[in-house]
Nanobody, 127 residues
Framework: QVQLVESGGGSVQPGGSLRLSCAASGYTYSNYHMAWFRQAPGKEREGVAA????????YYADSVKGRFTISRDNAKNTLYLQMNSLKPEDIAMYYC????????????????????WGRGTQVTVSS
C-alpha cells in the first residue's frame, strides 16, 4: 500500500535550519506531483511548496519564498524540504502529500488535490 513517511523535524532557534525528508513507497513515485503542507494548532492545513513529477517546476507559498526549497530524488523515491531562516510562525506539523499527475491544478496547493498523505513531522522554532 502507499506509504509516505516524513522525518527530519525537530526544535531549532529562530534563524536556524532543518531539512525534512519524505520516503515514499507502494506506488510509482515519479508519476505523482509532490508537496509539503503544514498545520499549526488551531489552524487549517496550508500548502507550503509543491514540485512536479520530474522536479522541473516548483511552487511556494508566499510566506516561505526565498527561505524554503523543495526538491525530489526520483531514484530514491524521496522528497525533501530544506528550511532556512526559520521563524516562530513556521511552527507546525509538516506533512508530505502526493497528487496524481493527471490533477490539473496540483500547483495551487489545495488539500483536496492530494490523495496520499504522510503522518507528519513536528517543527518547533523557539529561543
Amino acid at each position: 500500500q502507499v506509504q509516505l513517511v516524513e522525518s527530519g523535524g525537530g526544535s531549532v532557534q529562530p534563524g536556524g535550519s532543518l531539512r525534512l525528508s519524505c520516503a515514499a513507497s507502494g506506488y510509482t513515485y515519479s508519476n505523482y506531483h509532490m508537496a509539503w503542507f503544514r498545520q499549526a494548532p488551531g489552524k487549517e492545513r496550508e500548502g507550503v511548496a509543491a514540485i512536479s513529477t520530474g522536479g522541473s517546476r516548483t511552487y511556494y507559498a508566499d510566506s516561505v519564498k526565498g527561505r524554503f526549497t523543495i526538491s525530489r530524488d526520483n531514484a530514491k523515491n524521496t522528497l525533501y524540504l530544506q528550511m532556512n531562516s526559520l521563524k516562530p510562525e513556521d511552527i507546525a506539523m509538516y506533512y508530505c502529500a502526493a497528487a496524481d499527475r493527471d490533477r490539473l491544478f496540483w500547483y495551487l496547493l489545495r488539500v483536496a488535490d492530494f490523495g496520499y498523505w504522510g503522518r507528519g513531522t513536528q517543527v518547533t522554532v523557539s529561543s
